[in-house]
């Protein structure tokens, strides 16, 4: 017995594996160019394909079914590019149409098969919701190839790839073939629904798409630590829910796996040192409390200064952005001082303020005396 | 078992209810390119309709529909607030937001609610076949439950779009100007969207939430590529929907399938026909303004 959980759970912890390994690093493409929900109408419209790939095989056959499963997905995928290059029909209701119609003929065709072939084949459901412990063996051999394709294609297409991410329009001019790349993404993301099909099931492997790129891309300024990051961090949220699941029979392993997903990429989102907004929060208080109001001072007198004009006055959003924060407080504080004055401009502008007498020769003051401390490069 | 009770009528009589109303509110959705919303909605209810059981036992009826109304509204807020940050754009936002929810309410539902009536099956795929079975008397007439739900469902949702038809077509098609004008466009698509949750959570019992989607996005759809002017467009969408029942349930007994299923697909042929049409027509009306062929290559 324990050895039979072992070899299960080999099977499922490889095969989380590979789902996280390839719907990350696609999801990162998918996620920067603003495709995210193109995997959420291609899994759903991969349910009809694994019902016709069933009734092909006559039997639950990973191979036959992952070959429907692309099939439908890449007729809904022209589908959704016909009615948007030829109809005024926008992005969002193409890929909602196609979505609710392709699950439809799904649900359709999973009651025509279990209606007809009884019970033994219920475990067609499984493909909704995913259900790791029924991974076996064989099923792993068809995804392996299909993660192989996948990585070896974006492998070798990597530099159009990466300028089609970023600049379409450019590579687009330099004549690289704009279409077929995008023809050939939305083909692998296809690739990567059919993959997590087994575990993850239809409904929510939309998720697995788009939570590793999400997250990776809050900690990554570059393409390739992005991808490479976001494929770790698909195959650290299947393993770990395929773990769980599997240990905890009766819980589906989609669901799991999704939490799991969305929790690193919650966690990414506060926490990521450069874009995370936690970070972001503290170094805003820091930049706060670390400036002064003569600093504040400094800056308007600086102005006046450039401007030739001691009563200059000096938009409360330009000293905003260049402080980098709300400085309101701080120019009030100055006002209370008897330093600035708030001064009308153009009726509709934003807030103004200018220098009084004091404020002008508090400020060469403090002027002077950071020269003498800092040297003039200050 | 009569009248409003007889399996077929009450099995018809639900599935135009929900298509009317799915519909009805889905137009404005389509107009202002937020469908993939009725998606991250539809899915994100399961989260309240679970919570809701668990807290009060129920499985219908109006604190349910209350409940899940405002897990669906939730799910825009999240959505929202995850976009305002600017770390991630809407699309990625609503993608991470529907899968978590609706996986949360699976987990629930999976541990706490396991031999109850409340599966997720039957959430996501809806089991119309048996809403005649649930009934209450009405003024001495037998209702089923579904059915009144949705009825009221309808009602509230005309109330609301015949009330604030200026204010809605205004914030669809002009939110900038309706907010000059002191309209509200914002909280005016809070409201419309805690109405589709509430339809949603009303519908779920005979369609499930994912096919009540379809509903929701492909009649507009269709009615959107066949007319310009908008009370056109809802009627249509309204007429495409309430016509989807019934030839999706012949098709449902003809084939022995899902009737939900089949009622949501039934949606499709009329769109790819209204697209038909479209691309039939723009064939024309190019032969007649252009009789020398363009020079430039097809693209």
């Known amino acids: ?378 | 078992m009569s009248g409003l009770a007889d399996p077929t009528i009450a099995i018809l009589l639900t599935g135009m209810l929900v298509g009317m109303s799915a519909s009805l509110l889905g137009s404005f959705l389509v107009l202002r390119g937020n469908s993939m919303l009725a998606d991250a909605i539809s899915h994100s209810i399961l989260f309240g309709i679970a919570l809701a059981w668990l807290l009060t036992g129920q499985t219908s009826g109006p604190v349910q529909i209350v409940g899940a109304a405002l897990s669906g509204v939730l799910a825009v807020y999240l959505i929202e607030t995850l976009t305002r940050t600017r770390r991630l754009r809407d699309d990625a936002a609503i993608g991470l937001v529907f899968p978590a929810l609706f996986s949360a309410g699976v987990i629930l539902i999976n541990v706490f609610a396991r031999d109850v009536h409340l599966d997720e099956h039957t959430v996501l795929l809806g089991e119309i076949g048996f809403v005649w079975l649930d009934t209450l008397v009405l003024g001495g007439i037998e209702v089923p439950r579904a059915m009144l739900a949705m009825a009221v469902m309808l009602m509230l949702d005309a109330a609301f779009v015949l009330a604030f038809y200026k204010a809605l077509k205004l914030a669809t098609f002009d939110p900038d100007l309706a907010r000059a004008l002191g309209l509200a466009p914002g909280l005016i698509f809070y409201v419309h969207l805690s109405l589709l949750s509430g339809t949603a959570v009303a519908a779920f019992d005979a369609v499930g939430v994912v096919l009540f989607i379809t509903f929701v996005v492909v009649p507009p759809a269709t009615a959107y590529l066949l007319t310009r002017r908008l009370p056109s467009m809802i009627l249509l969408a309204m007429a495409l929907a309430a016509a989807s029942a019934p030839l999706g349930y012949a098709l449902a007994v003809w084939l022995d399938v899902s009737i939900g299923g089949a009622m949501a697909l039934a949606t499709g042929p009329f769109l790819l026909l209204a697209y038909a049409w479209r691309r039939w027509r723009a064939g024309r009306q190019k032969r007649s303004t252009q009789p020398v062929q363009s020079p430039s290559a097809p693209a």
């Open chain 1, 1 to 378: 017995m324990g050895l039979l959980a072992d070899y299960t759970l080999q099977n499922v912890m490889l095969g989380a594996a590979l789902i996280g390994v390839i719907s990350g690093v696609l999801g990162a493409f998918a996620v920067l160019r603003r495709q995210s929900l193109l995997g959420d109408a291609l899994a759903h419209a991969a349910l009809p394909g694994v019902c016709i790939g069933f009734m092909l095989a006559g039997a639950r056959e990973m191979g036959s079914i992952m070959g429907g499963a692309l099939f439908t997905g890449v007729v809904a995928a022209l589908l959704m590019v016909a009615l948007t290059r030829n109809t005024r029909l926008k992005t969002d209701a193409a890929l909602a149409a196609t979505l609710s119609l392709g699950f439809a003929l799904g649900v359709v065709l999973l009651t025509w098969i279990q209606r007809r072939s009884g019970a033994s084949q219920a475990g067609l459901d499984s493909f909704l919701f995913g259900q790791a412990a029924a991974t076996t063996r064989a099923d792993l051999y068809p995804m392996m190839i299909l993660v192989g394709v996948a990585l070896v294609g974006v492998a070798l297409l990597w530099k159009p790839l990466k300028l089609m991410t970023f600049d379409p329009i450019f590579a687009a001019v330099t004549g690289l073939p704009v279409q077929w790349l995008e023809r050939l993404l939305t083909a692998m993301i296809a690739l990567a629904v059919v993959t997590g099909l087994q575990m993850v099931g239809v409904v929510l492997m939309t998720a697995m798409i788009i939570a590793p790129g999400a997250a990776a891309r809050q900690w990554c300024g570059s393409l390739l630590g992005m991808v490479i990051l976001s494929a770790l961090l698909g195959a650290l949220a299947g393993i770990g829910g395929g773990l769980v699941s599997a240990l905890a029979p009766g819980l589906s392993t989609g669901p799991v796996v999704v939490l799991l997903a969305t929790l690193l990429a919650l966690l990414s989102l506060l926490l990521a040192p450069r874009r995370g907004l936690i970070p972001a929060w503290w170094r805003r208080r820091h930049r706060r409390s670390h400036t002064s109001t003569d600093r504040i001072l400094q800056t308007l007198y600086d102005l006046a200064r450039e401007h030739g004009d001691w009563h200059y006055r000096v938009e409360q959003g330009a000293v905003d952005a260049y402080h980098g924060m709300i400085t309101e407080p701080q120019l009030s504080a100055l006002a209370d001082r008897g330093l600035v004055v708030p001064a009308q401009h153009m009726p509709d502008e934003g807030r103004h303020w200018q220098l009084t007498e004091t404020g002008v020769a508090h400020a060469a003051e403090y002027a002077q005396r950071r020269r003498r401390r800092f040297g003039n490069g200050a």
